[in-house]
C-alpha cells in the first residue's frame, strides 16, 4: 500500500461510494467525508480492520457551511491528497429546501461538489485527480433515459435551478428534472475546470445503471426498485450499462490513482470516453454555468 497518498471521497457510506472507499483503501489514506457518524465510524473501522488507514470528516454537502467546514478540517491534516472523489449525490422524487433554502438535489448534487472542490482544490498535490460522479441522464438523447420520458438537463441559469425552477417541457417522473440538471451542471463545470487549472486533472464518470445502491430508495415504491435492482440488469438497452457499485468502483478509483495527466474526460461504466450531451459539450454553456455558480455561491456570508 503507498501510504503516502490520501484521497478523499463524499458520500462513502453506500452504495457506489462504499464500494469505491474500500478499493480507494489499497493505495492510501480514505478521507470519508459523509453526514452520518455512525456510518462513517463502521466503514472507518471496517477499512482498519484490513490494516489500512481511514479518517473521517462529518459533512453535510448540501449546507454550504459544512462544505466549508469540512474542507478546512481536511487541509489541516496536512496530507498529500491525490485525489477527491465527488460522489454524494441524491435523487429525491419530492422536492426539498438546503440550508441555505435552495432546492436539495441541486444544493447536494452540483453546489457542494462545485463548492468543495473550489475549497479544496488548491491544496491538492500537483497532477491530483478531482473526479466528479454524473449521470447520463443529464443527455435528452440517452437512450434509456429517453425510453422512460426523461427529458435531459433543463437549466435556466443557477439562481433559478437554486429556486427549484427548471425549463419547461420537462419529465413527468417526480425529481428527474432537478437530477438530470444537477448533473448536467457539475458535469459542464468539470469540463470548465479541466481547461481553468492544468495544475491538476478533472474528469467525468457515468457509473453505469448501478443496482444496489440508495439512490432514490426513500421515494421510489416496490416496483420501481425492482425495475432498477434486477429487471434493468436484463433488459436492453438499459442491460448496455449496467453496472455494480464493485465493478463501478474498480473503474472509478482507477481514473483517481491515474497518472497519465488525463483531463476534461467524461468515462462511461467502462472506463473509456463517452460523449456528455450537446449543451454540456458547449465551452460557452461550461463557462456560464462556473460563472454563475461561483456568483450564487458568493452570496453566503
Ligand atoms: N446508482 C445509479 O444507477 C447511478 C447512476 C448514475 C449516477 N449515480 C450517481 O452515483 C453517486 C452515488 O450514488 P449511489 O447510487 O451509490 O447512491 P446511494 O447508495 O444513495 O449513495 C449516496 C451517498 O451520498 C451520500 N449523501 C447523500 N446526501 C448527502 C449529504 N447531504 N451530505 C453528505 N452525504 C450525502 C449518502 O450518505 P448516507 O449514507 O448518509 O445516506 C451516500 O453515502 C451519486 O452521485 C449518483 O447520482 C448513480
Known amino acids: 500500500?503507498?501510504?503516502?497518498?490520501?484521497?478523499?471521497?463524499?458520500?462513502?457510506?453506500?452504495?457506489?461510494?462504499?464500494?469505491?472507499?474500500?478499493?480507494?483503501?489499497?493505495?492510501?489514506?480514505?478521507?470519508?467525508?459523509?453526514?452520518?457518524?455512525?456510518?462513517?465510524?463502521?466503514?472507518?473501522?471496517?477499512?482498519?480492520?484490513?490494516?489500512?488507514?481511514?479518517?473521517?470528516?462529518?459533512?453535510?454537502?448540501?449546507?454550504?457551511?459544512?462544505?466549508?467546514?469540512?474542507?478546512?478540517?481536511?487541509?489541516?491534516?496536512?496530507?498529500?491528497?491525490?485525489?477527491?472523489l465527488n460522489n454524494a449525490g441524491i435523487m429525491p422524487a419530492k422536492a426539498a429546501k438546503s440550508a441555505q433554502g435552495w432546492d436539495m438535489t441541486f444544493a447536494t448534487n452540483h453546489l457542494g461538489a462545485f463548492a468543495m472542490t473550489e475549497a479544496l482544490a488548491p491544496h491538492l498535490t500537483d497532477g491530483a485527480n478531482i473526479v466528479f460522479i454524473t449521470s447520463a441522464i443529464e443527455d435528452p438523447e440517452r437512450k434509456p433515459a429517453k425510453i422512460m420520458g426523461m427529458k435531459g438537463g433543463r437549466y435556466l441559469s443557477a439562481e433559478a435551478s437554486a429556486r427549484g425552477e427548471w425549463k419547461a417541457g420537462g419529465a413527468k417522473m417526480p425529481g428527474i428534472d432537478a437530477y438530470a440538471t444537477s448533473k448536467q451542471c457539475i458535469l459542464a463545470a468539470a469540463m470548465?475546470?479541466?481547461?481553468?487549472?492544468?495544475?491538476?486533472?478533472?474528469?467525468?464518470?457515468?457509473?453505469?445503471?448501478?443496482?444496489?445502491?440508495?439512490?432514490?430508495?426513500?421515494?421510489?415504491?416496490?416496483?420501481?426498485?425492482?425495475?432498477?435492482?434486477?429487471?434493468?440488469a436484463i433488459i436492453p438497452p438499459f442491460s448496455t450499462y449496467s453496472s455494480?457499485?464493485?465493478?463501478?468502483?474498480?473503474?472509478?478509483?482507477?481514473?483517481?490513482i491515474d497518472e497519465s495527466g488525463k483531463t476534461g474526460v467524461y468515462f462511461d461504466e467502462k472506463g473509456q470516453p463517452m460523449l456528455g450531451s450537446v449543451q454540456v459539450r458547449d465551452p460557452g454553456f461550461q463557462a456560464r454555468v462556473v460563472a454563475e455558480t461561483r456568483a450564487l455561491l458568493s452570496t453566503i456570508k
Open 1 to 84: 500500500m503507498e501510504n503516502n497518498k490520501a484521497y478523499i471521497i463524499t458520500g462513502p457510506t453506500s452504495g457506489i461510494g462504499y464500494a469505491t472507499a474500500l478499493e480507494l483503501a489499497k493505495y492510501g489514506t480514505v478521507i470519508l467525508v459523509g453526514r452520518n457518524p455512525e456510518k462513517l465510524d463502521r466503514l472507518q473501522k471496517e477499512i482498519k480492520d484490513r490494516g489500512q488507514d481511514a479518517l473521517s470528516v462529518i459533512c453535510d454537502i448540501s449546507d454550504m457551511k459544512s462544505v466549508k467546514n469540512a474542507a478546512q478540517q481536511i487541509i489541516a491534516l496536512e496530507l498529500p491528497i491525490a485525489g477527491l
Open 192 to 232: 470548465a475546470f479541466a481547461r481553468e487549472d492544468v495544475r491538476l486533472q478533472y474528469n467525468a464518470v457515468e457509473p453505469g445503471i448501478t443496482r444496489g445502491t440508495n439512490l432514490g430508495g426513500e421515494s421510489t415504491n416496490a416496483f420501481i426498485r425492482f425495475l432498477f435492482g434486477h429487471l434493468m
Open 244 to 256: 455494480t457499485p464493485k465493478k463501478s468502483a474498480r473503474v472509478i478509483a482507477k481514473i483517481l
